[in-house]
């Protein structure tokens, strides 16, 4: 009998609920005192206490790969005028919450040692081992702009410190060393009751990108890429499709068309051409699996069990009998990140 491809995909967004990870409460317990720590550290520079990010704080996270990260918002100081605090350079904001991270928060926290505290491209990567299980989070440091004192409610822009030893190519020929980008922005996406079909999509397809680097490698669609496309599929159609499966495929269309061809500009920043950030090998990659994708599973809906597995590891019926290649690949521990 075919499958029913609405029906398996709203099982597949119910054992991929987030909200199913045992150890859920004990990792916000724990980015809610990384965010303590920071505001109390940098009180006098800071231009606002730490605000969440990540997918999890845009509601799009799924519980095979998943981010509970922050944002500390800094103060610009002029340069030269001693009596306004904050961060006169970029690297100097960067390179202070780095060095407390490591020397000063590990001595606070036994879950997080020195050597699992590293820079990366824009953030500072805190590793931490709770109760057996690794939980991966970032801490991004951002400077307000253009001036100091103009982060407010109406303007949350925000500077971030390129590590240059994390650099792109392009952005290493440019000499790129910042980027403009707004936080509250990006989580403001797919937010809010309007946006509920968005954001069951783009799960989907995050399950869609975990299985099929899972079982071919190579790069695929950054995650932020497919929330901005996403958008940009529901925002262009004229007439939103009923069904989990026709939105979907309505979403994998339009990346189909438009991935190797238009650029896709970052809403914080106009100048920000966020599918730069991809390789040509890797939208040509995309493009051609989710071809594939959707020509196996219209040929033959059990295919779609392929693509779009269950996890497992949260489905409380008997499977006994069902093929394992229609099981959610199960990652590490060190899945959270």
């Known amino acids: ?23 859920l409460s004990k990792f916000i317990e724990k980015k809610n005192k990384v965010k303590d720590a920071l505001n109390k550290k940098f009180s006098d520079q800071k231009a606002s206490n730490s605000i969440d990010s990540g997918s999890y704080a845009k509601n799009t996270a799924i519980n095979t790969k998943f981010d509970i990260d922050c944002c500390i918002p800094f103060k610009k100081k002029t340069l030269g005028n ?23 928060y590990t001595e606070e926290d036994n879950d997080l040692s020195k050597d699992n505290v590293r820079k990366q491209k824009v953030s500072i990567g805190l590793k931490f081992d709770i109760d057996r299980e690794e939980f991966d989070m970032d801490v991004v440091p951002g400077r307000e702009r253009p001036n100091n004192n103009d982060y407010n409610d109406s303007n949350t822009d925000l500077s971030l410190y390129i590590n240059p030893s994390n650099r792109s190519k392009k952005e290493e020929d440019e000499g790129k ?72 495929k309505l979403v994998m269309n339009h990346i189909i068309d438009n991935i190797e061809t238009t650029d896709l500009v970052d809403p914080a920043n106009s100048s920000n051409i ?20 959707l020509k196996d599973i219209e040929n033959d809906s059990d295919k779609i069990k392929e693509y779009f597995p269950i996890n497992d590891e949260f489905d409380n019926e008997d499977n006994s009998n069902s093929n394992s290649s229609s099981k959610a690949s199960v990652l590490s521990t060190s899945k959270f990140g």
Do not use: C
């Not at 904050?86 to 407390?100: I, P």
């Not at 990006?186 to 799960?203: F, M, P, Q, S, Y």
């Not at 991809?278 to 699996?289: E, G, L, V």
């Open 82 to 104: 001693n009596d306004e605090k904050g961060f006169e350079s970029l690297s100097e904001m960067f390179d202070e919450v780095y060095k407390y991270l490591k020397n000063e």
């Open 177 to 248: 060393t910042r980027i403009k980008t707004n936080i509250k922005t990006h989580i403001g996406l797919l937010n809010g009751a309007d946006r509920t079909h968005e954001r069951k999509v783009t799960k989907l397809l995050k399950v869609w990108k975990t299985e099929r680097k899972n079982k071919n490698g190579g790069k695929l669609i950054k995650s932020f890429m497919m929330e901005l496309y996403t958008k940009e599929a529901f925002d262009n159609t004229d007439e939103i499709p009923s069904g989990l499966w026709e939105k979907t």
């Open 274 to 293: 966020i599918s730069d950030s991809m390789s040509d090998t890797a939208k040509t990659q995309t493009k051609r699996d989710m071809k594939n994708t």
């Open 1 to 23: 009998m075919a499958t029913n491809k609405n029906e398996h995909l709203k099982k597949v967004l119910d054992t991929h609920d987030i909200n199913k990870v045992e150890h």
